[in-house]
Protein backbone atom coordinates (compact mmCIF):
# COMPACT_ATOMS: atom_id res chain seq x y z
CA UNK A 1 0.00 0.00 0.00
CA UNK A 2 1.03 3.21 -1.27
CA UNK A 3 1.78 6.38 1.33
CA UNK A 4 -0.93 9.66 0.80
CA UNK A 5 0.74 12.32 -1.49
CA UNK A 6 1.68 14.46 1.96
CA UNK A 7 3.18 11.66 3.35
CA UNK A 8 5.21 10.79 1.02
CA UNK A 9 6.65 14.28 0.47
CA UNK A 10 7.00 14.26 4.28
CA UNK A 11 9.27 11.29 4.06
CA UNK A 12 11.39 12.22 0.67
CA UNK A 13 11.97 15.34 3.34
CA UNK A 14 13.01 13.49 6.03
CA UNK A 15 15.17 11.37 3.78
CA UNK A 16 16.62 14.92 2.37
CA UNK A 17 17.72 16.33 5.58
CA UNK A 18 19.01 12.76 7.14
CA UNK A 19 21.38 12.61 3.64
CA UNK A 20 22.43 16.26 4.34
CA UNK A 21 23.20 16.11 7.73
CA UNK A 22 24.89 12.86 6.82
CA UNK A 23 26.88 15.26 3.91
CA UNK A 24 27.83 17.87 6.65
CA UNK A 25 29.77 14.98 9.04
CA UNK A 26 31.88 13.36 6.22
CA UNK A 27 32.75 17.19 4.95
CA UNK A 28 33.44 18.35 8.54
CA UNK A 29 34.27 15.15 10.55
CA UNK A 30 35.76 17.40 13.79
CA UNK A 31 32.54 19.19 13.92
CA UNK A 32 30.00 17.69 16.49
CA UNK A 33 27.10 19.03 14.52
CA UNK A 34 24.22 18.55 17.07
CA UNK A 35 20.65 19.88 14.82
CA UNK A 36 17.20 18.76 15.25
CA UNK A 37 14.84 19.51 12.29
CA UNK A 38 10.93 20.43 12.44
CA UNK A 39 8.41 21.31 10.75
CA UNK A 40 6.27 24.31 12.70
CA UNK A 41 3.05 25.95 12.93
CA UNK A 42 2.15 27.62 9.69
CA UNK A 43 1.45 30.93 11.90
CA UNK A 44 5.32 31.15 12.57
CA UNK A 45 5.88 31.98 8.86
CA UNK A 46 3.43 34.52 7.96
CA UNK A 47 5.41 35.81 4.80
CA UNK A 48 5.58 34.30 1.62
CA UNK A 49 8.78 34.02 1.35
CA UNK A 50 9.31 32.40 5.13
CA UNK A 51 10.10 28.91 4.92
CA UNK A 52 12.73 27.90 7.90
CA UNK A 53 14.85 29.57 10.40
CA UNK A 54 17.20 28.66 13.19
CA UNK A 55 17.82 28.42 16.70
CA UNK A 56 20.95 28.06 18.85
CA UNK A 57 20.95 26.91 22.75
CA UNK A 58 24.30 27.07 23.53
CA UNK A 59 24.98 23.40 22.39
CA UNK A 60 22.59 22.30 19.49
CA UNK A 61 20.79 23.92 16.94
CA UNK A 62 17.12 23.40 16.06
CA UNK A 63 15.81 24.25 12.50
CA UNK A 64 11.76 24.39 11.75
CA UNK A 65 10.61 24.53 8.34
CA UNK A 66 7.11 25.92 7.85
CA UNK A 67 4.53 22.78 6.40
CA UNK A 68 4.23 24.56 2.93
CA UNK A 69 8.61 23.42 2.56
CA UNK A 70 6.83 19.71 1.75
CA UNK A 71 4.85 21.72 -1.08
CA UNK A 72 7.89 23.38 -2.60
CA UNK A 73 9.98 22.44 -5.56
CA UNK A 74 12.67 19.84 -4.63
CA UNK A 75 15.65 22.68 -5.99
CA UNK A 76 14.14 24.50 -3.43
CA UNK A 77 13.85 22.27 -0.06
CA UNK A 78 17.40 21.22 -0.81
CA UNK A 79 18.63 24.71 -1.20
CA UNK A 80 16.65 25.87 2.19
CA UNK A 81 17.60 22.90 3.85
CA UNK A 82 21.65 23.85 2.86
CA UNK A 83 21.26 26.97 4.30
CA UNK A 84 19.73 26.12 6.93
CA UNK A 85 22.23 23.62 8.38
CA UNK A 86 24.65 26.38 7.36
CA UNK A 87 23.60 28.61 10.24
CA UNK A 88 23.73 25.17 12.96
CA UNK A 89 27.71 24.66 11.01
CA UNK A 90 28.42 28.40 11.91
CA UNK A 91 26.54 28.52 15.37
CA UNK A 92 28.34 25.24 16.36
CA UNK A 93 31.59 27.00 15.64
CA UNK A 94 31.07 30.05 17.47
CA UNK A 95 31.39 32.45 14.72
CA UNK A 96 28.68 34.93 14.20
CA UNK A 97 27.78 35.30 10.87
CA UNK A 98 25.34 36.96 8.20
CA UNK A 99 22.73 35.22 5.97
CA UNK A 100 25.38 35.55 2.94
CA UNK A 101 28.04 34.24 5.62
CA UNK A 102 25.51 31.26 5.69
CA UNK A 103 25.25 30.88 1.68
CA UNK A 104 28.84 30.84 1.76
CA UNK A 105 29.44 27.97 3.76
CA UNK A 106 26.31 25.95 2.04
CA UNK A 107 28.46 26.65 -1.36
CA UNK A 108 31.63 25.44 -0.02
CA UNK A 109 29.91 22.09 1.86
CA UNK A 110 28.02 21.13 -0.60
CA UNK A 111 29.09 22.19 -3.64
CA UNK A 112 26.95 24.11 -5.62
CA UNK A 113 25.62 27.76 -5.39
CA UNK A 114 22.47 28.74 -4.14
CA UNK A 115 20.14 31.31 -6.13
CA UNK A 116 17.58 33.48 -5.26
CA UNK A 117 14.35 33.13 -7.36
CA UNK A 118 11.68 35.76 -7.95
CA UNK A 119 10.05 35.41 -4.19
CA UNK A 120 13.76 35.94 -3.29
CA UNK A 121 13.73 31.92 -1.82
CA UNK A 122 16.67 29.81 -2.15
CA UNK A 123 16.96 27.64 -4.91
CA UNK A 124 19.67 25.39 -6.81
CA UNK A 125 18.02 25.82 -9.88
CA UNK A 126 19.81 28.48 -12.01
CA UNK A 127 16.82 28.58 -14.14
CA UNK A 128 14.35 29.27 -11.66
CA UNK A 129 12.06 32.56 -12.56
CA UNK A 130 13.98 35.36 -11.54
CA UNK A 131 16.80 33.67 -10.26
CA UNK A 132 20.06 35.48 -9.09
CA UNK A 133 22.79 35.18 -6.80
CA UNK A 134 24.11 36.77 -4.49
CA UNK A 135 21.38 37.25 -2.02
CA UNK A 136 20.10 40.19 -2.69
CA UNK A 137 21.28 42.97 -0.87
CA UNK A 138 17.55 44.53 0.34
CA UNK A 139 16.77 41.09 2.00
CA UNK A 140 17.67 41.13 6.07
CA UNK A 141 21.34 40.44 6.45
CA UNK A 142 20.83 38.52 9.63
CA UNK A 143 22.50 41.43 11.60
CA UNK A 144 20.18 43.29 12.34
Known amino acids: MSLPPKQRRQAAFEA ?9 GAALPDLPLRV ?6 PAEFPKDRNYAY ?26 LLRHELSHAILQHAGL ?3 E ?19 RDVQTLNPRAPGARRPRPSYLPTGNE
Open 96 to 98: PHS
Open 54 to 79: SAWDGSAASIVFAPKVLDADPAQQDA
Open 16 to 24: LVRERVAQV
Open 36 to 41: SVSLGD
Open 100 to 118: RDCDAVAERVFGAPLYYDH
